[in-house]
Structure formats: C-alpha cells, structure tokens
C-alpha cells in the first residue's frame, strides 16, 4: 500500500536536512585573527566577527557600555565587546575574510574590498572617543578588482588581479590612509604588513612574488628586511635568501617566512640564536643591531618540521605542522601548542590565535574579552 502523500513529502524534506550539504552550513571555513577581535566565514559566505567592538571592528551595532567618568574626565560610552560571533551587517558574501587591529575586510565575488572599523567611513555613532568609524561593511578602494586582501596591524594591503600590490595605513594627525605600493613593477603573490599609526617610521612591508622571491621594505634597526644589513629602506630588498617563499610575516623587530617546500625561515631580533657560551655570530656587523639579541639575515627555524601555515601569536611565531601547533620564540626551540587537536589552519595575532578542524570547527586561546584562555575554547558554529 503507498504510504500517504504527507508522508511522501517529509521523507525528501528530513532527507535533505540530514544531508552533508545541509550540515555544512552550519560550518566554519575561514578564520582570520586582529588584535582583539575575530572574523570567519562560514561555507556560504557569510561573515561573523566577535571580540572588542570599540571601533564597529565586529560589522555590526552591539549593546552600548558605559563607563563611569575618572578623575573629572568624561564619561565614555562604546559599542560592548561579544564573545558570541556577530552577523556582519549587510549581507554581503564574501570569499575571504581578515581582520587587523581595530578594521575587518572582506573580498567579495568579483574581487571588490569590502571593510568596517575604525577610519572607515563617516559613521560616528557607537565609536570610542567619538572617531570615524563604519559598523557595516564600506566599499574600500573601489577603483580596484583584487585576489588577495590582507589587514596587518593597521594597515590594509592588497593584490590586485594584475598583481600589484598596495597597501593604505592611518596617517597619525591626518583623516583617511596613505597609499604605499610595494615592489612597483612586481607581480606579487602575498603582501603583509606591520607598524603603528602613530609612528612615521615604524612600518615593514614584506612580500613574495609570483617566482618565490621574498621582498622587504621599511625599518631595518634589528635587521628586519632580511637583506643582512641595517639599512632601512623606502622602496623594496630581497630577502638574502635563495629559498622560494610563499608567504612572508613582518612582525615587530622580526619576521618569518614560510618557503615552497613547507620550511621557517626567520630573520632579524627573533631568529634562533646558537646556544651560549660561544654563541656570537662569526661576523661581527650582524651584531650591530643596538640589542643583544643576534640580528641578521634569514636562518631556519624550527628545523625538521615541515609547515602548511606560518603565522604569530603575541611575540612568537607558530607554524601548523601535521595539523600540529608548534611556536618559538627567540630561543629558536619549538613548543607544542593548543595539544590534542588538529588544524587544517592557523592564524594568529597580538593576543590570540585560532585554529581551523577538518571538521568546520574554530578553536581559539589566549586573551579573551576579558580574561585569558590557557586551554582552546571551541566558537560556536555559526547559525543556519
């Protein structure tokens, strides 16, 4: 006897909400880390954001936090901070996501930037001490098509689909960002970037082309563009390097890259050092870095482990080894981290880092709202 029609019509319907499909919407496939906030896609490309929101660096309105006035000062209100990730406003899909320090952006279908945050837009509403801020998605140069979007520390860096490479930083005193290419003529396969708005100097632009090469440009004190000197530079170096990167991460004194063939190679303040005693570099013009730490040009770390993502977390850099966390710091010697689980990949940031399962699950640890995680916390999966 058939079975009744209502009955017909359920079993396709219960078929479907069980299906793979189905169960991937429900599942992370992007994360990127800022300083104090996060951002992920999930596999329709939606964008999610959670942390602080003090600049709209979330892509949505949050609750509104007071805080009482100190010592006769004004009383100061901000948009609060979610540990729950957030719906950026909008609906745009987008194919990538990253977050810096206080700005998100996203690429969309077509290759058009998308960002919110602080120094995006007019939107005053909702942001600390009253500054220009977006808390939804603004179009960022919009004269320009990219394939790579990346937010540093706090600047904005792109490629665009010819392979130029740009990237727009806050000017401190001055409303909107400056523009800096990186390496003219140069066709680019990644662009990072590391400074601080407020200093006129301190900025590194490190990048690889579509050959391998690794190109630096910037502050050179500590010996952070990896060309074995301390000479700083307005226009692009190589990397005295004859590997073939894939992607370099200018941080601070120091910065890594990660080659073809899955090694570290780490240069300037935080490279590994050989043990003491009888540790100083055989050339002395290494050492002139105005610090005891051993400046010079690019050296492996962490050898024997073959990485699939490099990033840094705080002042360590971490590499995804076997879907396995490993960071060092400037004594050169891997440690394990977020131990028992697997990642498919990595970032990290100032406070924090996350990690990407197999399965669509985002674990993060370090520095919470407003405490720290020493142990992973799974994020929610997103909603359907």
Not at 154 to 171: E, K, L, S
Not at 199 to 205: K, W
């Amino acid at each position: 006897m058939p079975a009744p029609r209502s009955v017909r019509i359920l079993i396709p319907l219960l078929l479907l909400l069980l299906s793979p499909r189905a169960a991937k919407a429900q599942r992370w496939v992007a994360v990127d880390v800022g300083s104090s906030h996060t951002c992920a896609l999930d596999s329709r490309g939606r964008a999610f954001c959670w942390g602080i929101n003090h600049y709209g660096e979330l892509g949505a309105h949050t609750p509104e936090t007071c805080a009482p006035a100190h010592h006769g000062g004004e009383r100061s209100c901000y948009a609060s901070p979610s540990r729950e990730p957030v719906a950026v406003a909008g609906g745009t899909r987008f194919r990538s996501i990253s977050a810096g320090s206080n700005v998100s952006c996203g690429l969309d279908g077509r290759g058009r930037a998308w960002c919110w945050g602080q120094d995006v837009g007019t939107a005053r509403g909702g942001c600390a001490r009253g500054e220009v801020c977006a808390f939804a998605p603004q179009p960022f140069a919009p004269e320009m098509a990219f394939r790579f979007l990346r937010v540093a520390e706090d600047a904005v860096c792109g490629i665009t689909r010819q392979g130029a490479g740009h990237c727009w930083r806050p000017v401190h005193g001055r409303p909107g960002r400056a523009m800096t290419e990186v390496a003219p003529g140069e066709r680019l396969a990644w662009v990072d970037h590391y400074g601080d708005w407020m200093a006129r100097d301190e900025h590194l632009i490190c990048a690889a082309t579509v050959d391998g090469r690794a190109l630096c440009q910037g502050m050179n004190d500590l010996a952070q563009l990896g060309a074995g000197d301390t000479v700083p530079r307005t226009g692009a170096v190589r990397v005295a390097s004859a590997a073939r990167f894939t992607r370099v991460h200018p941080w601070g004194w120091s910065a890594c890259g990660l080659t073809a063939e899955g090694a570290a190679e780490c240069w300037g303040a935080a490279e590994p050092r050989p043990s003491w005693p009888g540790g100083a570099p055989s050339n002395p013009a290494f050492f002139a870095c105005g610090t005891s730490a051993w400046c010079s040009g690019p050296r492996a770390a962490a050898p024997g482990l073959r990485f699939a993502a490099l990033t840094f977390v705080d002042d360590r850099f971490c590499g995804l080894a076997a879907g396995e966390v490993h960071c060092w710091g400037i004594e050169g010697v891997p440690v394990r981290a977020a131990e028992g689980l697997r990642f498919t990949a990595l970032e990290g940031g100032e406070t924090h880092a996350c990690g990407l399962t197999r399965d669509g699950a985002i674990w993060c640890w370090g520095q919470d709202v407003d405490e720290d995680l020493t142990q992973p916390v799974r994020v929610p999966d997103p909603p359907r």
